[in-house]
Nanobody
Framework: QLQLVESGGGLVQPGGSLRLSCVISGGTLNDYGIGWFRRAPGKEREAISC????????NYADSVKGRFTISRDNAKNTVNLEMHSLLPEDTALYYC???????????????????WGRGTQVTVSS
């Protein structure tokens, strides 16, 4: 069974940066499209970025475009999310998820992802 483990969260000041990592085990990363999602307190889960299984397609939510960058390292079975210019409203629990042979459409659909990690907390506060 595919397992995903997120890491890299923490407390950062507004304007700061963090890099989140999602390590995959129990499967070959290249077979999966990967998405990053977040859930802020009192809000619904939000899709923020994805990368297709071949890596050719990447997309971002408008709320993070220009500040976040997704990348994948198939050799390390890892997908990273570089986050810059962080804002207090970026505070959330961040999850990665996988979809077998998944693409990365402009409109990221949460329901298409089958396997999820437990999340890593990001808190942006002074």
């Amino acid at each position: 069974q595919l397992q995903l483990v997120e890491s890299g969260g923490g407390l950062v000041q507004p304007g700061g940066s963090l890099r989140l990592s999602c390590v995959i085990s129990g499967g070959t990363l290249n077979d999966y499209g990967i998405g990053w999602f977040r859930r802020a307190p009192g809000k619904e889960r939000e899709a923020i970025s994805c990368v297709s299984n071949g890596g050719a397609s990447k997309n971002y939510a408008d709320s993070v475009k220009g500040r976040f960058t997704i990348s994948r390292d198939n050799a390390k079975n890892t997908v990273n999310l570089e986050m810059h210019s962080l804002l207090p409203e970026d505070t959330a629990l961040y999850y990665c998820a996988a979809e077998y042979l998944g693409g990365c459409p402009r409109r990221i659909t949460i329901a298409t992802y089958d396997d999820w990690g437990r999340g890593t907390q990001v808190t942006v506060s002074s």
